[in-house]
């Protein structure tokens, strides 16, 4: 079955970087972008931006542009999301999830198990 | 960016009750919109993708319809699993946008 597992919680303080990995089984790792959302406590959902496991390409929200880098190592089918200048506004859960491809629409189906990151001094 | 509204942000309604939720998109995004479903202390779900088509698994009593800009989630006869907060997002283009949440609350 298709599992994506994420790294535990993390605990930073303001200026520091964060690198959260999650690893995919149960499917073809190249086959399926991952994404990475974000969620603030008691907020929505935010999205970050994704990778194509496959060419390593990225694209990434305009507002995180220069602080987020996305990875990702096919030998170990894990991708990984790292923000750095960290504020505590980045407190928040973060998620990796892969998006599938339907015939007219493509969509997210599953979700890793969330990694709650705290900025704080 | 592709900005999505989602109305209402919060809403009432009894067991049994039918409830609908509403979505529009900046711009014309044919059917590339999905509705996820998110329980407290969990990650979203996706309930319909392609803006009419139901996941595997999940209840009829889920169905989504719209095109284009418009776009509508409704859950007939509500069931106290389904009082939590519903999201829609666009896959049409990058970056992905999401609505601002409809809680569904027990009245």
């Known amino acids: 079955q298709v599992q994506l597992v994420q790294s535990g919680a993390e605990m930073k303080k303001p200026g520091a970087s964060v690198k959260v990995s999650c690893k995919a089984s149960?499917?073809?790792?190249?086959?399926?972008?991952v994404h990475w959302v974000r969620q603030a406590p008691g907020q929505g959902l935010e999205w970050m931006g994704r990778?194509?496991?496959?060419?390593?390409?990225?694209n990434y929200a305009q507002k995180l542009q220069g602080r987020v880098t996305m990875t990702r190592d096919s030998s170990v089918n894990t991708a990984y999301m790292e923000l750095s200048s960290l504020r505590s506004d980045d407190t928040a859960i973060y998620y990796c999830?892969?998006?599938?491809?339907?015939?007219?629409?493509?969509?997210?189906?599953?979700w890793g198990q969330g990694t709650l990151v705290t900025v704080s001094s | 960016d592709i900005q999505m509204t989602q109305t209402p942000s919060s809403l009432s309604a009894c067991v049994g009750d039918r409830v609908t939720i509403t979505c529009r998109a900046s711009?014309?995004?044919?059917?590339?919109l999905n509705w996820y479903q998110q329980k407290p202390g969990k990650a979203p779900s996706l309930l319909i993708y392609?803006?009419?088509t139901l996941q595997s698994g999940v209840p009829s009593r889920f169905s989504g319809s719209g095109s284009g800009t418009d776009f509508t989630l409704t859950i007939t006869s509500l069931q106290p699993e389904d009082f939590v907060t519903y999201y829609c997002?666009?896959?049409?283009?990058?970056?992905?946008?999401f609505g601002q949440g409809t809680k569904v609350e027990i009245k």
């Open positions: 999830a892969r998006e599938r491809d339907f015939s007219t629409s493509r969509a997210i189906d599953y």
């Open positions: 990778i194509n496991p496959n060419s390593g390409d990225t």
């Open positions: 392609a803006a009419s």
């Open positions: 997002q666009q896959s049409y283009s990058t970056p992905r946008t």
């Open positions: 711009q014309n995004i044919n059917t590339y």
């Open positions: 149960g499917y073809t790792f190249t086959g399926y972008f």
